[in-house]
């Protein structure tokens, strides 16, 4: 199986998802290996590069894309699987920007306190021991944490014509920067606009539930994935909020505001995903998720908040989304590395 | 070391946290086991027990306790090391309250739409392969799912003269529904009056992340437990929020509404947590916990909303908290069972 | 018509809706004098007094109560009208309480952020011209306000035995904190325990609708209202939540987090109340509310939030609720002035 | 003064801020006559005229526009004022549309509940007495309301190449569903994009504030307004979020989930204002609009809910904001008549 490889130029650089021509076309079942920068563009490279001084929250999480997938139109499902994320640089970068992020005041949760001081934190990556190392900026301590690389922004074209800022988490994914955005996960997206436009970006060497400061080890970051395309109709309807599914879990990602509302979102996805995998009345599928799932927070930083609830794949009886996508995937997968 | 058995009459419920006489006086040290009647006072037996019917809303979660731990004073912080919990009944029962729960509106996030159908599931306990089984009340499909048992409430009385719900997680605890309160885990909690006041009640067989449909697998529960204090200002300060530690985790606890609030009085929690753990400044304690922690939603059920944020220790410098009170209580704990 | 005064001692000031016994009982259609102490004791006096250093939250909102109304059982309606409310001092204070207010961090909206700046205003009281002088600290800005007295906080004891701090607002009334509990305003609250235990304080010589810093005008307040009871069945089912009336408009208080959710109670609070008064359909009682009410905030700073919604009368057919008392009311108040 | 008519063809119709080319350019000091259809693009004609088939969420709020305003630059200040506002039909018509509107689950606030019945009202204009009757369609009640005309939807392009429904209110604008926005008013925005791209739409014939159903009294509106602009610097910065001022009030418009956000954007966008026209610090800028505001909630029913806050201006000293070019405007306006 061939690898198309990607690394676009700066001028390239999307920061929207719709609104932006594609940077190329592809046909369901291509592998790509696609590079893609950091959250920042990659201005932060010391601990004196700081976030008000180089960072335009207007354009962060460059995308690489959109890509224009084949014969995709609206209420088919995307699905992209990711086979491997390896970091692109030597260092991740991570920042408490004044005014973003989980525990300070911000433009919408305004208050008339000062901002939190303006930091930035180098992570250094040690690819030998696959750790990047945390350094306290106000005393010696430093300890090394593995690298478990993920992508904050997946994300296709939103419906309705609407373009949103690449910071943005909603139904047509985008910034939901959950760490189950890893190698080994398919990701299933409802296409709204013909070719779907998927783009992806903003690349983490380690990020923890949740982003408390608004920002993970940001890196740019060498994905391989496999597009494939699901027609409408052809395997129950397209999701309507994203749906990711690994080898040990079926999962639903919510996006909005407030935090429960983000929660109820990805739930009732769930329901409605038992239903087509079981079979199960709304109620049934309400009880049964109640008592088998996890529910990590994803981010309480972003332009939306993010809740992904994961159902555990051994706790249930076995069955098959999309046609037993994942598992091909998986096994497509295996050629490639 | 000795143990305490306490199985309290059905007058002798306690409904509330605060405003009860004690049940019992216990000195620091003490091991107990305690038996708990379900959260519904066991009158939900059969999927014809309708909650609608047979609960009311004002008079749930039972508590036993409450415990008068000599010596407690305000500024103290309490210590409850759970050591077993083990099922009480050969069934568990869980149910779809009218207007209660996650996924439908209720008394306070209020709509003018039906309710959902009152509806009840019996979970038939299986000693030997220790698991409970859900039957869907609509198709045929039954799934064995192994017992983990956890205690839903777990608080002390608040301060202030506050008498609160046994529906409520606050500072004080509580209801906080979370699957963290199970065998092996330690709860600090900080003591509002004299004699702390302690109580227990809620079990569950097992429980998802969130608590979606707003009822556990909830069963009677035998909880073998040892009580400990912290005498004020001998190790830090008491906690202003609840935390819990295991063997792998420190974790904090926060509860309030929206939930993005509730996610961050745990995170700045465990803020304070790490500066005590690690010497750190909070901006360091802030980013570290960025990027190592999980963030599993508790519930998004009760009178609050709870969140649990948890750093593994195992990405962490080893540190002890409390003077190595947590495995001071596990080594005691072995010689209990 | 007599009025009973009212005075209590700094000892026997009240901090909490239950849990306190009743400083007096009273007769229905009783007229009460009541003096009641400000927010904060009366210990902010000048400028140079700080809430830091002399105000502790868990005893603030002093209550000048419980008075048990003799007959009011659970079921029962409470109705207090209020017939003048005068300053009882010759200055109110103001001030930014450190994490407290609205557009501050918070205990539960937790940043790392510092606090704003301790503040203090004194407004001294001109009673020829019945207006508050408004003194900025930072600038020489002089502006004369007129005086328009209401009660913060006025409620029951709540229901299932709990007891909430004078601080909170909820289903029993409490600290709502709305410029609505003024003179001419009857409020009706659902009785829940025997003899109803209200309680009254918080005085406001004025307020903006927000409450948006944490504290109005607080002021030492004489308060002159006459006590009805209206027995469960008679008239109607007691309501759910606060229903005020006054000559203008039907208005219904509801309290929680988040905001919408408060609003969301009392909208749903008046579809009911418009079925009971004009016999609607809900979804005809939901249209004709949308295209009628204001909407006005009455507190953002809270334990809980509190959201008003009014129908203006002189929109709508003539009515009348609890069989015209509120009318009666009026009449029975102008023999008293 | 001439008045510049404009009437849009229903191809014409703009149904996103930002994203679409200009129907026309205009310079400042222009006077508009221009017509825009109703929320529904005028589809809902009877009672039987219902929403779930007759309207597509996704188009709806059509917008005459966008105007390419000559000279406006990102960092300038729009002004609009709004001099007359005309009912262009006879009748007026609201929705309950299924699951959307503030007393029902949505998208977003999921449950698993039925939506409320899909129910259409239909309010006929008496243009004589000036008023639209309410009947109901459960009972035989009706209700003549006065018209109280306002456009629901005001905005200009978004910052950072975003494009928006016009369902959504945001820093720009929009969707923001106020009853303030009528004739007499004049609306502030920060300028975005090159020539502003404002569009106005969204007619009511009346509403209450929340817009409880999520609709109000939607009609096609003649709206007379004169459009002026403020440079960059010249005048103050220009507004972060939505100002508006009419005779009586200095008014802010803030946009967020959850509202309590929404609250807090339009009070420290307030506290900013008054740091403008009286040279106040903040924290008495605070105090004094703590004191001194209404604060009536817009709606909570749209993709972003909103909240007004207004400072009464007969309270306050004598200022005027942009050079007084409201008043200016005013006098502007009469000549128009």
Chains 1, 2, 3, 4 share one sequence.
């Not at 040990?248 to 996006?255: D, E, L, N």
Request: hydrophobic content about 40%.
């Amino acid at each position: 199986m061939d690898v198309v490889e990607v690394t676009p130029t700066a001028e390239q650089y999307a920061y929207t998802f719709g609104g932006v021509a594609p940077l190329r076309r592809v046909t369901p079942g291509t592998a790509l290996r696609v590079w893609s920068d950091d959250a920042f563009g990659g201005v932060l490279r010391t601990t004196s590069d700081l976030s008000s001084e180089k960072v335009d929250l207007r354009f962060v999480n460059p995308q690489t894309g959109p890509f224009h997938v084949e014969g995709a139109e609206p209420g088919d499902t995307l699905a992209l699987h990711f086979v491997a994320m390896e970091p692109a640089r030597d260092w991740g970068a991570s920042a408490a920007i004044p005014f973003f992020g989980g525990l300070t005041s911000t433009a919408v949760t305004a208050t008339l306190q000062e901002a939190l001081p303006d930091t930035t934190w180098i992570y250094e990556l040690d690819r030998a021991a696959n750790t990047v190392t945390f350094a306290a900026r106000h005393t010696d301590l430093e300890i090394a944490l593995p690298v478990e690389p993920m992508l904050g922004t997946v994300g296709v074209a939103p419906m309705g014509g609407e373009v949103r800022s690449s910071l943005v988490p909603e139904r047509f994914g985008g910034n939901m920067d959950t760490p189950q955005m890893r190698p080994g996960t398919t990701c299933y997206l409802g296409v709204n606009v013909e070719g779907a436009l998927f783009s992806v970006g903003d690349g983490h060497y380690r990020q923890g539930e949740g982003e408390a400061c608004g920002t993970a080890v940001e890196g740019a970051m060498t994905t391989t994935l496999i597009v494939e395309l699901i027609k409408g109709g052809a395997l129950g309807a397209a999701p309507a909020w994203p749906r990711l599914e690994d080898d040990a879990h079926w999962m639903t990602v919510g996006s909005s505001r407030p935090l429960e509302d983000a929660w109820r979102i990805a739930s009732t996805e769930l329901v409605r995903w038992f239903r087509d995998l079981y079979g199960l009345h709304p109620m049934d599928a309400y009880q049964l998720l109640s008592q088998t799932v996890r529910a990590p927070i994803a981010n309480v930083v972003d332009a939306n908040y993010s809740s992904v609830v994961k159902a555990p794949k051994a706790l249930l009886p076995r069955a098959s989304a999309y046609g037993g996508l994942h598992d091909d995937l998986r096994r497509r997968a295996a050629t490639l590395r």
